[in-house]
């Protein structure tokens, strides 16, 4: 089901202000990709166009071309809706809703896109979460709430909550950044058991995690404060952290700024 | 799970109808709000107007007949003002004193928080029985006369809860930093409270104060049982009875007769003018000390 | 050591004493409303010669007085409730208009519009109702009189404007900016974590206020709701302007009947006796304490609201 994005001269806005320019690049399916880059290089607001979250902003919007396969994401008559359906995302911090147990978590997506019977329902529960190895810690208090999980366990609960609708894509924006050393390695390892399935896409600051998960990765900088941000170079992950194309990455990557 | 979905699908008609039905519902539900507000505000213009004239804000009633038209509420523009006044000077500093308490000194003691509990139970208390509160107390215990005092007492207990919440929200608002570096500097607390904390919380108490006053202006249950009617102009609120321009409003429109509902409307429109002014006035004064949230 | 150089300075014990005086003159007035309603309540209940609280009539000024608080409480619940189901539809919708539907820019000064209600006096409201909404009133209770008149509350022979469906509408307009005020602020702080969350799920605006914003904002309805209530059983002038002042119990809320213990306090404290004051003052006591406990309730559910998100 993993599918391939391309993506054509985006820019996208906040208001006047200009957040990114002028990207391009092809995203493959059934890998990591990864986007690094310093605070506020637009790389989390551009990893929000590509399911169109970015507009759920006031204020915000996007000009250019973004395909999933042969369907453009922005084209006329596209409901945003179904695009987030289809394109999956798991947020910076845990966000389980809190008022629903563990199993009402998991099926809320499937609830909304149609009617399943208790079995199919138990069904998918049990293989989302599963897929999110959460499901050994949690299959004898399903009925709990969703809240009383710790946060890593709440970030696999959101993961499982994703993938429960089975997206082609699976955003992930530092799904680890909330969480404790012990919990992002088995966030790790269960990015890297899902990419046989899906196409994933994660944001992270940490330049250790982006060489141990992905196989591409894109870096991202500004020229400045007030600046767009852009799209500086995108390769093998092993190439952009052995030898880089471009002097910035380099510097990034040593740790000389950001 | 045997149909394998791909691309983007769009949503089933039922959930996108359903969207819609709630969208305008949402839509609805406003400008049904706004029908009432639109109705009153029109006819207490349209009404009101007739009768807005000079001789309406300079005269009393006295000596008006039944039926006559003409008269004025002069009588009762003067007692509101008198007694919205004092109403403010014993509940302003009552108030203003207590959140200081409930910030600076209280620190969630025992008393801070029955309090602090008793000024929402305050908050809650009906009109009509802080009235019956001053009337059992002042005129029948006490055996005072009705007077324009009796009702500001009234207005008074209504306005005191608003003063403490918008002050203690002003006050909790301050930085700590703020007293810190006071404290720093070896000023003692009471000093650190009024010339850095209450300063630097004045617009917004003002505001709140504001919005207590035009909350109370408009008041007519407590009114009627402590003030009384009258016909005439009593510039002492302290003795006899006062007239008050919601009370006006009140006993105008009880008369069956055409020129008394004139009366009713010009008053209501006299009463919705001086509320209104103080309620724009209380956010300009808002709207003023926060140039950076203009757009907000 | 020197103690004097940290001696308290002089302003401080004369401030703190004022401060804390405040705070203890606002609990003795608390206090003092209940002790005095009751100490002039006791007289008037003594030379009562019925029961207080069944007796439906009101005939305190009387030499043999009759009075009881049966017909006046059951108009002021009634009339109160009728006013929450009439403004709660509304209130949550106008409070989802401002908070998750109209444009941002528009959102604060609709807000404003909305508050502007809360600005117009009840007298005024009063008013509006006898001389617009009462005469207004005639025809659509005709037709709820005459096609659902099977429904027990548009039952009845008689159909008047002056009725309680009128008053509860005015009330239900005098409670409205309150109880949407208070959710708007709840709907505003729900998460935009989970509101996110839903979106990303492929949830469409409403299904993401079903699944994010409302049961977040529940808590703070329902005490919203109940503050609303309470204010509508206080509320006096407007309800006495419109109610007919009758004494009896009748779900007919079309017809002529309907009083309420506030509207029985305006209307009969003119021509009120000794007796008849502290009858008036019995009923206010009753008042105070029914919307005590509304209101108290409505604070202990945002009270424990608090301690749900603080955990």
Not at chain 1, 4 to 31: C, F, N, S
Not at chain 1, 180 to 203: F, G, M, N, Q, W
Not at chain 2, 215 to 236: H, K, M, Q, W
Not at chain 3, 45 to 69: C, D, M, R
Request: charged share 15%.
């Amino acid at each position: 089901m993993a599918k391939q994005i391309e993506v054509a001269g985006l820019d996208a806005y906040y208001g006047a202000h200009k957040a990114i320019e002028g990207i391009t690049m092809t995203i493959e399916p059934r890998a990591v990709t990864a986007f690094i880059g310093p605070s506020g290089c637009g790389k989390s607001t551009f990893l929000r166009t590509l399911n169109r979250m970015h507009e759920v902003i006031p204020g915000a919007r996007v000009e250019g071309k973004v395909r999933l396969e042969d369907q453009d994401l922005y084209g006329p008559g596209v409901d945003p809706v179904s695009v987030r359906r289809t394109i999956g995302m798991v947020f910076q911090r845990p966000n389980p809703f809190p008022t629903m147990s563990i199993y009402d978590n998991v099926a809320a997506g499937l609830r909304l896109n149609g009617r399943f019977s208790k079995s199919e329902l138990d069904g998918i529960v049990e293989s989302s979460l599963k897929g999110a190895n959460l499901w050994n810690e949690v299959k004898d208090r399903l009925q709990k709430p969703g809240s009383g999980l710790s946060g890593g366990q709440q970030q696999r609960l959101c993961i499982a909550r994703a993938i429960a609708v089975r997206p082609e894509v699976l955003l992930m924006d530092e799904p680890c950044s909330a969480l404790d050393p012990i919990s992002t390695l088995a966030i790790e390892d269960l990015i890297s058991s899902l990419k046989r399935d899906y196409t994933i896409v994660i944001v992270t600051h940490n330049m250790q995690q982006a060489a141990r998960v992905s196989d591409k990765t894109a870096f991202f900088n500004l020229a400045g404060q007030g600046q767009p941000g852009k799209l500086i170079e995108m390769d093998e992950t092993s190439r952009i952290f052995t030898n880089p194309g471009q002097k910035a990455t380099e510097d990034y990557i040593t740790g000389r700024f950001g | 799970m045997t149909t394998v979905q791909t691309g983007i699908q769009p949503i089933s008609t039922s959930r996108r109808v359903k969207d819609r039905i709630v969208h305008v519902l949402v839509y609805l539900a406003f400008a049904i709000a706004v029908i009432p507000l639109v109705s009153v505000l029109w006819l207490v213009i349209k009404n009101g107007m007739h009768r807005f004239d000079l001789e309406f804000l300079t005269h009393s009633m006295r000596n008006i007949g039944a039926r006559d038209a003409g008269g004025g509420a002069y009588h009762a523009i003067i007692g509101t003002l008198e007694q919205v006044s004092l109403a403010s000077l014993i509940a302003v500093p009552i108030g203003l004193l207590t959140a200081v308490y409930l910030v600076e000194y209280g620190s969630g003691g025992r008393l801070a928080r029955s309090i602090s509990f008793f000024v929402d139970v305050m908050t809650g208390v009906p009109s009509v029985v802080s009235g019956l509160f001053v009337l059992a107390f002042w005129i029948l215990a006490l055996g005072m006369p009705f007077s324009g005092f009796a009702g500001a007492m009234a207005l008074s207990i209504l306005m005191m809860p608003v003063v403490v919440r918008s002050a203690e929200e002003m006050l909790r608002l301050v930085p700590n930093d703020l007293r810190e570096a006071s404290y720093a500097l070896g000023v003692p607390k009471w000093r650190t409270i009024v010339k850095v904390v209450l300063p630097t919380a004045f617009t917004g108490i003002v505001t709140g104060v504001m919005l207590a006053v035009a909350r109370v202006a408009g008041e007519t249950a407590p009114l009627l049982l402590t003030v009384f009617f009258t016909d005439s102009i009593n510039n002492d609120p302290f003795n006899g009875p006062q007239m008050g321009l919601p009370l006006y409003v009140f006993d105008q429109a009880g008369r069956p007769t055409d020129t008394a509902i004139d009366r009713a409307w010009t008053g209501a429109l006299t009463l919705i003018l001086i509320v209104m002014l103080l309620n724009l006035v209380a956010r300009l004064i808002a709207w003023w000390r926060s140039p950076a949230k203009r757009g907000s | 050591m020197r103690r004097s150089a940290f001696r308290r300075s002089r302003g401080d014990v004369p401030f703190r004493f004022a401060s804390t005086g405040a705070g203890i003159v606002l609990l003795g007035i608390m206090a003092a409303i209940g002790v005095f309603l009751i100490v002039r309540a006791v007289p008037a209940l003594q030379a009562n010669t019925s029961h207080f609280l069944t007796e439906k009539t009101w005939n305190p000024n009387a030499v043999e007085p009759v009075f009881g608080i049966g017909a006046l409480a059951f108009g002021t619940v009634l009339s109160s409730f009728l006013a929450l189901v009439i403004a709660m539809p509304v209130a949550i919708g106008v409070a989802l208009f401002i908070s998750h539907y109209a444009p941002r820019r528009l959102a604060a000064i609709l807000g404003y519009v909305i508050d502007l209600l809360a600005a117009v006096p009840s007298v005024v409201y009063g008013l509006w109702g006898v001389v617009f909404l009462v005469p207004f009133m005639r025809g659509p209770s005709e037709f709820l009189n005459t096609y659902f008149g099977w429904i027990p509350l548009f039952g009845g022979d008689q159909v008047v404007g002056k009725s309680m469906l009128t008053a509860s509408i005015v009330l239900a307009i005098m409670i409205l900016p309150i109880i949407a005020a208070i959710s708007r602020e709840v709907f505003l702080q729900a998460p935009k974590m989970q509101e996110e969350a839903a979106l990303a799920l492929g949830a469409t605006r409403w299904e993401m206020i079903r699944m994010a914003v409302l049961p977040f904002g529940r808590p703070g309805v329902i005490s919203a709701a109940m503050l609303g209530l309470g204010r509508a059983m206080g509320e006096t002038i407007a309800v006495a302007l419109i109610l007919p002042a009758t004494f009896g119990i009748s779900f007919q809320i079309l017809g002529p009947n309907g009083n309420s213990i506030a509207a029985n306090i305006a209307n009969g404290f003119g021509e009120a006796t000794d007796t008849g004051r502290g009858a008036l003052i019995a009923s206010g006591l009753v008042l105070f304490l029914i919307t005590l406990v509304v209101n108290m309730g409505a604070r202990l559910v945002i009270a424990r609201r608090k301690e749900f998100t603080r955990a």
